[in-house]
T-cell receptor, first 113, second 120 residues
Framework: GENVEQHPSTLSVQEGDSAVIKCTYS??????FPWYKQELGKGPQLIID?????GEKKDQRIAVTLNKTAKHFSLHITETQPEDSAVYFC????????????FGTGTRLQVFP | DGGITQSPKYLFRKEGQNVTLSCEQN?????MYWYRQDPGQGLRLIYY???????QKGDIAEGYSVSREKKESFPLTVTSAQKNPTAFYLC???????????????????FGEGSWLTVV
């Protein structure tokens, strides 16, 4: 089945710097890749997603890139702010159950003022 | 407000006891899911349901049971057979497989605020 690996597990940056989180997936047929932000004690919230028919998507300070050949996708956060501090999860949809997500293990991002 | 409501937020279970976590959504979504999250780890799928009166096991279904008698409700029972139930439980929903997603595939999955279960 699908397997998603996520790196790094923790990431510390200075406010204003950029942060990059990377994920790889195993099943080349996977075609939907969302990113979630989870604050302590709360449910994950979708922040951006990308489908396999595009290579990049941007929404203000966050962007996601997808390389289908290499089977990896990345989250980019620019001009980081302390409120960006949270755990970020990537996920990939299993090819034959489009709404059944396989999650990475998460990245704890800390943005220091 | 539209969304997914989980209750209770905190629940304590005694050894040998069954407990039920509630999940209600008013998003008119066909599909609903239960995930388990252990500290510092990712989310693992317990059960999911694509339509009323139907559900399938996820990756870690042992020791859990669900029902889907109504479209808006998907309760999860943690049975005494689940030997390590202490975790954060997340309910989620999406439009479902029968809905045509935008080009590509995959419908957005929305999560509730979670329920903490602790064994005492």
């Amino acid at each position: 089945g699908e397997n998603v690996e996520q790196h790094p597990s923790t990431l510390s940056v200075q406010e204003g710097d950029s942060a990059v989180i990377k994920c790889t997936y195993s099943d080349s047929a996977s075609n939907y890749f969302p990113w979630y932000k989870q604050e302590l004690g709360k449910g994950p919230q979708l922040i951006i997603d990308i489908r396999s028919n595009v290579g990049e998507k941007k929404d203000q300070r966050i962007a996601v890139t997808l390389n289908k050949t290499a089977k990896h996708f990345s989250l980019h956060i620019t001009e980081t702010q302390p409120e960006d501090s949270a755990v970020y999860f990537c996920a990939a949809s299993t090819p034959y159950n489009t709404d059944k997500l396989i999650f990475g293990t998460g990245t704890r991002l800390q943005v220091f003022p | 407000d539209g969304g997914i409501t989980q209750s209770p937020k905190y629940l304590f279970r005694k050894e040998g006891q069954n407990v039920t976590l509630s999940c209600e959504q008013n998003l008119n979504h066909d599909a609903m899911y239960w995930y388990r999250q252990d500290p510092g780890q990712g989310l693992r799928l317990i059960y999911y349901s694509q339509i009323v009166n139907d559900f399938q096991k996820g990756d870690i279904a042992e020791g859990y049971s669900v029902s889907r008698e109504k479209k808006e409700s998907f309760p999860l029972t943690v049975t005494s057979a689940q030997k390590n139930p202490t975790a954060f439980y997340l309910c989620a929903s999406s439009m479902g497989f029968r809905t045509v997603a935008p080009v590509g595939s995959g419908n957005t999955i929305y999560f509730g605020e979670g329920s903490w279960l602790t064994v005492v």
